[in-house]
């Protein structure tokens, strides 16, 4: 009978339930205005870098990018993670401010430009999506920077306990160790016509937000779009009638 029990898989379940939070699966422990701490005793500083449009250059202007990005290349003595986050941009909102101030619009001609326009929008989202682009460094520090040895890391779990070294200790790693190397990004990305910033606290939080919640936007979206329906129907009650 145990082995005729351990062969059918719905008999096989173990009395203990098999369930996580989703906190246990995401590295971050904490966020700072200049950091992210994670369990390991890693940390990840987030620089959001503006973008180039390299094919508008000159010829010139074009070499001078290539060699400046080389150099910026060649200096980097740390590990330095590139990252491009693509969206689906939803603009459903600014077609409906269009349609809230085309009314308002007084001068015929400009407000047949807004038409124009407006109907411009609406054909180009049905046909093709919007996309919206974002541009990210991530420099990374190691837990191994704080003291740890590999043995020691090894036999570390967050499950397990905390880490040997006190968070204050660890901040401070952090700080020594990725301001530098933030400095020096900065300013040879300068050189390449790009501004880094850093992410502060609440910006990274609304990364991280976006990043494990992507339906998030949409159904604020939708919540909007009913709220903006029963406005309108509240202001067409509100109207008086005509000879009252």
């Not at 807004?114 to 180009?124: C, R, V």
């Not at 494990?212 to 009913?226: A, C, G, I, R």
């Not at 329906?229 to 509240?234: A, L, N, R, S, Y």
Request: hydrophobic share 40%; proline share 6%.
């Amino acid at each position: 009978m145990k082995n005729l029990t351990s062969k059918i898989p719905i008999l096989n379940i173990p009395d203990k339930p098999l369930y996580d939070t989703v906190q246990n699966h995401i590295p971050v422990t904490d966020v700072y205005d200049d950091f992210v701490l994670l369990k390991d005793g890693g940390a990840a500083m987030i620089l959001e870098s503006t973008s180039l449009n390299f094919g508008l250059l000159s010829e010139r202007e074009q070499e001078a990018v290539v060699a400046a990005y080389a150099a910026l290349i060649n200096s980097l003595s740390f590990p330095v993670q590139i990252l491009v986050r693509t969206q689906t941009k939803d603009i459903s909102k600014y077609i409906f401010a269009l349609d809230a101030q085309i009314p308002k619009i007084v001068n015929p001609k400009l407000k047949t430009i807004m038409l124009g326009y407006k109907e411009f929008i609406s054909e180009t989202i049905s046909k093709q999506n919007v996309l919206s682009k974002r541009f990210f460094l991530i420099i990374p520090f190691s837990p191994y920077e704080i003291g740890l040895s590999k043995s020691t890391f090894s036999a570390f779990s967050p499950q397990r306990g905390p880490l040997p070294y006190t968070k204050e200790y660890i901040i401070k790693k952090v700080e020594v160790a990725l301001f530098p190397k933030r400095d020096h990004l900065i300013k040879q990305a300068a050189r390449l016509g790009l501004k880094l910033t850093t992410l502060n606290k609440e910006e990274a939080v609304k990364l991280f937000y976006n990043i494990f919640n992507p339906d998030t936007e949409s159904v604020q979206l939708k919540y909007d779009q009913e709220s903006n329906e029963e406005d309108k129907k509240e202001e067409e009650n509100e109207k008086p009638i005509f000879g009252q």
